[in-house]
């Protein structure tokens, strides 16, 4: 189909829920108002056409209490139409998400790979409420993306350039972009707050509805290397970061969203200590409270709340040292509705670490476990839960505290026997990289994005452009599960690739958007005129394959 037909492409989808209808009749009946959903598909002009090579269209309803989803297989037309009838209404707290998948043809004409994909953001279809249209982000699978507002497609940028930023999806129906700063120099030590050119204290956001980024009210004091927590309620709780002059700040602020309080930040009270490069964990999101860990100079920790503080102080961490820029995920331990904290790698004034503990909100405590990371220290990696593997994938990070190497391993903490595994010096990333992101996506897959690294590896250390990807298949030759990691720097033909970012970046955020697609924003790359940083403002999309 040619490209200047794609925006009036629309896939128009009617689900029958109480008994099938005519195509694209949402009406109740005896003038009864519209009921059920409709779905609007929209492409993005900055990226591939999602249509080439589609020859059948999958049509899905997933959600809570739908054990298989709903769906219907129809050969692809433009503007084809379609009822996916028998599809239930959802109760109270019951989301349901559309999904719509391109797919090719074999030689006898039937569906034979996924070409492209796009996922509605789960909402809730209620018996008796009004219609609801659903607008899509069809693309083309295993593809980078810049996010494009859906009603002129026009792509979004940041007004500013972050690093150090905090990324975080509210209940608001936004992904909110706060502080960070700006590095120039080469020899700026970005990841220790001294050498910034500018400290921000603006904030942007993404409308998830309208996909347009546009500015907020700025937070109190600027603020990098921070931490951002959210609260149901679509409010973030910012706290600590180095401040404008470079040195750890104490302060706790709370972001209110368009509507809420004006939109302007609200003073709370201190955290004990400053702390930058540090943690926050959600412990108990009906009294909010937050765990800070790390980030100042003795090596604490201390259970905060918005009304009271942090009355109980600070204590020390399990091994009484100092850390910052390590890694905190949350999960659950069988027959337990308390979160634990898994607490892994960082960095000390002097060297990196290995060690790592766990949290225990039970019993207010940090305790170590069983053994270091088997190969070796690191700081700024990534840790991310897989839940239905009981998994944290540790990866990546910096082996020195000046950033001078970075490693490829990838640490497998078992919640099961809350340890590491041994044995997997073969599970690893094919660029050792640190100051990465990692999200978690469908299918048990991670993304693991940019960061500092050396590719190929006697090339000079520098923002990365590749990402790698964990993912699971089964193996039909041998009939069992695998899991390894797909590359962009691939010199293996036969092994899974995916694609570049457009542009390098290091200091970056990711996040999990509801539609499936992971968001990456923010970070620096090298200047190629003066050999230093200069910000990289785009908003991109992955979606997976």
């Given amino acids: 189909m040619p490209m200047g037909r794609m925006s009036r492409t629309v896939l128009a989808l009617c689900l029958a829920l109480a008994a099938p209808v005519a195509a694209c009749d949402t009406s109740g009946g005896d003038g009864a108002p519209p009921t059920g959903l409709q779905l609007s598909v929209y492409t993005s002009p900055q990226a591939g056409n999602p249509y080439d090579n589609v020859a059948w269209l999958r049509i899905a309803m997933h959600g809570d209490g739908i054990v298989q989803p709903v769906e219907k297989l129809v050969a692809y037309q433009p503007g084809v139409q379609v009822n996916l009838d028998g599809a239930p209404f959802s109760k109270a707290g019951e989301s349901r998400q559309l999904v719509v998948e391109g797919w090719s043809a074999n030689a006898t004409g039937q569906p034979a790979a996924l070409v492209s994909r796009g996922r509605s953001f789960p909402t809730e279809v209620r018996a008796g409420a ?17 996010v494009v507002s859906v009603a002129d497609r026009a792509p979004q940028r940041l007004n500013e350039g972050r690093l150090g930023l905090t990324a975080t999806p509210t209940n608001a129906g936004e992904v909110v972009f706060a502080g960070g700063g700006e590095v120039v120099v080469a020899s700026a030590k970005w990841w220790a707050g001294a ?24 937070m109190l004091q600027p603020r ?35 509507g809420v309080l004006d ?36 090596g604490t920790w201390e259970l905060w709340d918005p009304m009271t503080g942090s009355p109980g102080g600070t204590h020390p961490l399990a091994d009484s040292l100092a850390r910052r820029h390590h890694a905190a995920t949350t999960f659950y331990l069988p027959g337990r509705a308390e979160p634990a904290v898994f607490i892994a790698g ?16 039970v019993a207010r405590s940090m305790v170590p476990i069983g053994g270091p990371m088997p190969s070796g220290g690191r700081t700024q990696a990534t840790a991310t839960l897989v839940p239905s593997r009981g998994f944290i994938y540790v990866a990546g990070g910096f082996t020195d505290v000046n950033r001078a190497g970075a490693t ?57 452009a590749s990402v790698e990807v964990i993912h699971e298949f089964l193996d039909a030759t041998q009939g069992v599960l ?64």
């Fill in 346 to 361: 960082g960095e000390t004034a002097t060297g990196v670490l290995a060690t790592g503990m766990l949290y225990d909100s």
């Fill in 263 to 298: 939109g302007t930040a609200k003073t709370l009270p201190n955290m004990k200590v400053s702390r930058a490069g540090h943690t926050a964990t959600m412990i108990d999101e009906v009294s909010r409270t937050i765990l800070f860990v790390g980030g100042d100079a003795d």
């Fill in 130 to 146: 009004l219609a609801t249209t659903l607008k899509v982000l069809f693309a083309r699978v295993n593809q980078f993306l810049t």
């Fill in 224 to 258: 990098a290397w921070h931490t951002a927590t959210a609260l149901s309620s679509g409010q973030v709780i910012l706290a600590g970061g180095y401040g404008a002059g470079g040195d750890a700040l104490n302060t706790v602020e709370l972001y209110n969203p368009p």
């Fill in 408 to 464: 490829g391993s990838i640490e497998v903490f078992d919640i099961g026997t809350l340890g590491f595994l041994q044995g997997n010096e073969n599970f690893r990333m094919r660029t050792g990289r640190g100051g990465h992101s990692a999200v978690l996506m469908p299918d048990n897959a991670v993304l693991l994005a940019g960061g500092i690294g050396s590719e190929p590896p006697t090339n000079p250390a520098a923002p990365l």
């Fill in 195 to 218: 050498d910034f050119a500018k400290v921000l204290q603006t904030v942007e956001a993404l409308d998830l509805s309208t996909q347009v980024v546009s500015p907020r009210a700025p």
């Fill in 482 to 545: 695998r899991i390894e990691v797909a590359s962009s720097w691939n010199t293996d033909a036969a092994a899974a690739q995916v694609p570049y970012m457009a542009e390098p970046r290091v200091g970056q955020r990711a996040v999990a958007l509801g539609n499936g697609m992971a968001l990456i924003v923010g970070g620096e790359k090298r200047d190629t005129q003066t050999g230093g940083f200069t910000p990289v403002r785009d908003v991109i999309l992955y979606n997976p394959f």
